[in-house]
């Protein structure tokens, strides 16, 4: 069932809802399905043969949605299938055929994909092509996405979430973070989020050359707002190990009033051998967002430093937060003395009796 429910969200992101509000339930019986549930349940049983069979018909919406319905699927079968697709007269049909590839080709098949790119005239197909050679490409798709002509807007962002996915299996080095940080613009904030996204996604080797130009795009942003192009900003600098890029995450974990900017800058922070770095995740712990918290709790547990166990003891009775106390009464136990360690074991049996730890257990 859970297979099913996904499927119809996934072939419902291609194109209009398959259900109009208030209309009668979506089934086999319905007549909105006619269509559309012999594709979903081809998907959910993998019938690729099916699937095939439905990538010839003669409406444009149902080879639309059973070439996305292969992006489920994921079957190396279905390859001929996809670039034959991006030949179709429909750019939807198109442009759901190069997503779908990038879920079911690999390294050997992507110069046949980015040989469609330059004809195609649709800047969203491309830009799909563009994002499907980076994810199955690897280290060729990538080197591939360096030699991309970018007419639109949508084939820069095709280009760098290619790369992002590039990125995730390690299949880029310097040359790629480069480039990618050459398309930042300075004004479109989903164009430089997924440059950034990129810089997220490297190992720390590959992005020190890099520092300088990250804090200067730091200077660039303004001090609130533009969460999501922060965020893996914030994520890249923490990757650095520079001195620099650890005053900027102290000053956002300290003065940003946004709780996802101030849990990564921690994140970043506990990345770093810093002598402040211990002090900054303590205090942390006292943040006024519960997910600083949690995310200070992580990184208390990492570190190789602990305060003494009396220190902690103090610090677990005074906080009010179970999900705080109980990591803290778990390094008491492991650090304080013996007559310590009793107490601390009578009070979260006591705790637990009493239902107080509940909230933090069923996390």
């Known amino acids: ?20 509000g208030g209309s009668a339930p979506y089934g086999p019986g319905s007549s909105t399905a006619k269509t559309d ?16 069979a439905f990538m010839t018909d003669t409406s444009a919406n149902v080879r639309a949605r059973a070439a996305l319905a292969f992006a489920s699927v994921g079957d190396s079968d279905a390859v001929p299938a996809l670039l034959h697709a991006l030949n179709d007269p429909d750019p939807t049909v198109r442009a759901n055929a190069a997503f779908a590839f990038g879920f079911c080709g690999d390294s050997t098949d992507v110069h046949r994909l980015v040989e469609r790119y330059s004809p195609e005239e ?40 290619g790369l992002f996915f590039a990125t995730t299996t390690g299949s880029t080095d310097t040359s790629h973070v480069r480039y990618a940080l050459s398309l930042i613009t300075g004004h479109d ?18 992005l020190k050359p890099f520092t300088r130009k990250l804090l200067d795009v730091a200077m660039m942003m303004p001090d609130e707002g533009e969460v999501e192009m922060r965020l893996p900003l914030l994520n890249a600098l923490g990757r650095t ?10 000053e956002t974990l300290m003065n940003d009033p946004e709780p996802r ?43 190789k430093e602990l305060p003494d166990g009396e220190t902690l003891w103090t610090m677990a009775q005074r906080h009010a937060d179970p999900r705080v106390k109980i990591p803290l009464y778990g390094l008491v136990l492991r650090t304080a003395d013996a007559d310590t360690r009793r107490t601390c074991r009578m009070l979260l049996k006591s705790m637990l009796e009493q239902g107080e730890a509940g909230p933090y257990l069923n996390a």
């Open 122 to 161: 649709n800047a969203a197909v491309r830009g799909r092509i563009a994002e499907a050679v980076g994810r199955c490409g690897r280290r060729a798709g990538a080197d591939l996405l360096l030699r991309r002509t970018l007419l639109a807007r949508a084939d820069t962002l095709g280009v760098l979430r």
């Open 1 to 20: 069932m859970r297979s099913i429910l996904y499927g119809i969200l996934l072939l419902a992101a291609c194109g209009t809802p398959v259900v109009d």
């Open 37 to 52: 549930w012999p594709i979903i349940d081809a998907q959910d049983h993998r019938d690729v043969r099916s699937l095939l």
């Open 189 to 206: 904030a989903e164009l430089d989020a997924a440059a950034l996204q990129v810089c997220a996604r490297c190992a720390p080797a590959l």
């Open 261 to 303: 900017l101030r849990a990564m800058a921690l994140k970043g922070i506990g990345r770093f051998e810093e002598p402040r770095r211990n002090e900054l995740v303590l205090n942390a712990l006292t943040d006024s967002s519960g997910m600083v918290r949690d995310q200070a709790v992580e990184e208390v547990l990492k570190l």
């Open 241 to 250: 190990g520079d001195k620099d890029a650890f005053i900027r995450l102290q």
